[in-house]
């Protein structure tokens, strides 16, 4: 249409044909066609119309109006035109089931045939777009993974599949890459953190994808949150929004900026190993996607995010998080659950009972039915982590081995046993007596204080520092009291054989009672 209007100014200014043909490079006979249709729609009359109206018109009169002719194929739905519309209006057909209808009924139309009409003649589903309004600074970020291709590892020695977790922020596109060469928990943290260090703050809301590591399962109402996913989610302080599934438009963002890390980043690149791509990746996030003007805002992202975003993001104030890994044991007879080949003591009252474990770098949490009950310090593989506070009360001296304890309980029983126990456990190797002295404790409970003092003071005062031997001294006491009484006769009340009247002065009675 411009060409039609610039040749009718050059007309109106006195040109020839040949001159503006020459000038537009057009034949002759195109400008003159152009020229009289002017002139039938008024073109250097009396009450010449707007040179625009004119050439509009000429325009019209060569090219139509832009409509395409209606093919033979919609030709033929032309007659079901109603029908069509009470399928979709009243019986809301799909178009599939549309289609097989229109088969039953003679009418041979391909699928795309069918949805065109319908879309263009009918005007069915036609989507309207709204643009949403931009989001405010801090306010978002939007997560997902995407798979960039191979790169040699050398601890493998061989090629494995990299992915990206990108993290960009929506308000000023600024975005961050973490490269890693698996989709597990560990890796998602650590991304995550690396980007919150990157920003220098945490978003206020984190939109994920429905991927396992974050959502156990994905509802467009209800979505059940990872548990260690959302432990981490209140660590930081933001808020899980998570994508609908198969929804990749509640996170355009970032799905679009997939495409754009792999080709403008990944491809066409030779990198040593992860840590040499990283290194690349943090320094293309700064320097070229940071600084590119955007398509949508014609801004640079990291301009917008250093000015406007950076300081409306929640502060980064707690140390890194420590990734922490869950699990199921019982707790066994011993008091003790082995997790990650290592063993911790749990209270007496749990033997028997299923316990969630928590650990980290540091720590290892124990909880019974969401309560916390245990807390020990990490301990490597093979080793143990034992609080005798966990063992009944009289357990626990004989659990700790101490020399000590022995030693009050025998002072319990009295002097000579106290003293007996501290001459049993002396010397450079106490526990090589160890057992002895479990056992002198135990006799004191079986035959007595009072025999097991009175034995202690006597092998004290010989110095027999074994304790059978102080057994044996109490065995042959009983032995002896036994026999003593053994050999003692009862005698019975002696009786008298004359009356007491007989011993009487004058008294002779000889009866015998």
């Known amino acids: 249409m411009h060409d039609i209007l610039d040749i009718l100014r050059r007309r109106k200014h006195g040109d020839g044909f040949k001159t503006i043909a020459k000038a537009r490079k057009m034949s002759r006979n195109t400008i003159r066609k152009y020229i009289e249709l002017a002139v039938t729609l008024g073109f250097e009359s009396d009450s010449e119309p707007p040179l625009e ?65 319908l879309h263009e003649d009918l005007g069915f589903f036609k989507h309207n777009t709204v643009r949403m309004p931009e989001t405010a600074p801090g306010e ?20 494995r ?28 943290i650590t991304g995550l953190e690396s980007a919150w260090e990157f920003f220098g703050g945490v978003p206020a809301k984190v939109i994920v994808d429905n991927m396992k590591t974050a959502i156990d399962k994905a509802d467009r109402y209800d979505a059940q949150f990872n548990r260690y996913f959302y432990e981490y989610a209140c660590y930081r302080g933001f808020i899980i929004d998570p994508a609908r599934a198969v929804a990749p438009k509640d996170k355009p963002k970032v799905e679009r900026n997939v495409s754009y890390v792999r080709d403008n980043f990944f491809k066409g690149e030779t990198f040593r190993s992860l840590s040499h791509a990283q290194e690349a990746a943090d320094a293309w996030c700064r320097t070229v996607s940071g600084m590119r003007i955007h398509g949508t805002t014609k801004k640079h ?14 502060p980064l104030e707690q140390e ?46 124990i909880y019974h039915k969401e309560q916390q009950i245990k807390v020990h310090s990490r301990m490597k593989k093979g080793k143990r982590s034992t609080d005798t506070s966990d063992y009944p009360e009289e357990k626990r001296g004989y659990t700790m081995k101490s020399c000590e304890y022995h030693i009050y309980k025998a002072k319990e029983v009295g002097f000579y046993c106290g003293e007996f126990m501290e001459r049993l456990l002396s010397g450079d190797f106490p526990w090589q007596n160890l057992r002895q002295a479990q056992k002198l404790i135990r006799d004191a409970d079986k035959y007595g204080h009072g025999r097991m ?61």
């Open 140 to 159: 978002y970020a939007e997560v997902d993974f995407g798979r960039l291709g191979l790169l040699y590892d050398p601890e493998t020695d061989r090629r």
């Open 53 to 117: 109206e004119i050439a509009y018109g000429v325009y019209r009169k060569v090219y139509g109006d832009g409509s395409r002719p209606v093919s033979e194929c919609r030709k033929v739905l032309i007659p079901y035109k109603e029908k069509l519309e009470h399928w979709l209006s009243e019986e809301r057909l799909t178009m599939t089931k549309i289609h097989s209808l229109l088969k039953r009924h003679g009418v041979s139309v391909s699928y795309d045939t069918l949805r065109r009409y």
């Open 453 to 513: 003092e009175q034995a202690c003071q006597r092998a004290v005062s010989f110095d027999l520092i074994n304790v059978y031997r102080v057994v044996n001294i109490i065995e042959l006491s009983m032995q002896n009291n036994e026999v003593e009484k053994s050999s003692c006769k009862v005698l019975k009340p002696a009786k008298f054989t004359r009356n007491k009247n007989y011993f009487y002065e004058g008294g002779h009675d000889d009866t015998i009672k």
């Open 161 to 188: 599949v990299v992915h990206a977790l990108i993290v960009t922020l929506p308000y000023s596109r600024y975005q961050y890459v973490h490269l890693c060469h698996s989709m597990k928990f560990q890796e998602v």
């Open 301 to 314: 992202p990291r301009i917008v995010f250093d000015m406007e975003e950076q300081a409306n993001l929640l």
């Open 320 to 365: 890194r998080y420590d990734v922490p890994f869950w699990g199921t044991c019982k707790v066994h007879p011993d008091h003790h659950i082995r997790i990650q080949s290592a063993l911790y003591s749990v209270p007496t009252v749990y033997i028997g009972k299923e316990v969630s474990v928590r650990l980290d770098s540091k720590l290892v949490r």
